[in-house]
Structure formats: C-alpha cells, structure tokens
Nanobody, 119 residues
Framework: QVQLVESGGGLVQPGGSLRLSCASS????????MGWYRQAPGKQREMVAG???????NYADFVKGRFTISRDNAKTTMYLQMNSLKPEDTAVYYC?????????????WGQGTLVTVSS
C-alpha cells in the first residue's frame, strides 16, 4: 500500500503565502507523476499543478505565476508553494501520486489539507 501525508494548510490572509507538503511512503518502487488538486465547497475537484518523473511541470491557468510545484531529491516528497493567495483559492487541497510498486501500478490520494484565505 501507498500512503500520502499532506501538511501545511491553514488560514491565511489574502495576499499571503502557504507551503503545502505531501510525503509518500509504502510499497513504492518508482513514482511517475505527482500532482496537486483542490476542491472548493460545492465544486468539482480540479487540477492545480503537476510534476512528472522527468521534472516537467504544468499549472492550471488560475495559479500560473503564483504557485510553484516542486519535489525533493528523493522524489518522494512534493511541495506546493502558494503565493499571492486569493479568497477563491480556499479549498481542500489533495496530493495525488501515481507509479508502481511490487504489486503493480498504483494511483494514490492524500487525505486533503484545508486552505482558507480570508481576512
């Protein structure tokens, strides 16, 4: 099994910054893609940012220039640096990882961390 543990959410004022982390562990031989998603109340889950095994990144238009996705050298922990936060960024943020372990391919989700942007 694969476990993802997220941290770093909280309450921040508009214009502020937060850094989310997602640590992966368990039956992992190789991680292929890592990504952040979010779900606001009453809305569908949407992709925020992703990073491939090779290091290529992509961002949703609504976070370009404000959010940065990265990972550690071991490629098991992923980060999302969020700057210039807006009230509309309020959501539960989830990390997603796909790859393969000894039992085959996997796609895992974290439990989510709440980000609230409010004055």
């Amino acid at each position: 099994q694969v476990q993802l543990v997220e941290s770093g959410g909280g309450l921040v004022q508009p214009g502020g910054s937060l850094r989310l982390s997602c640590a992966s562990s368990g039956n992992i031989l190789s991680i292929l893609n890592m990504g952040w998603y979010r779900q606001a109340p009453g809305k569908q889950r949407e992709m925020v940012a992703g990073i491939t095994r090779g290091g290529s990144t992509n961002y949703a238009d609504f976070v370009k220039g404000r959010f940065t996705i990265s990972r550690d050298n071991a490629k098991t922990t992923m980060y999302l640096q969020m700057n210039s936060l807006k009230p509309e960024d309020t959501a539960v943020y989830y990390c997603n990882v796909d790859g393969y372990g000894s039992t085959g391919v996997f796609n895992a989700w974290g439990q989510g961390t709440l980000v609230t942007v409010s004055s």
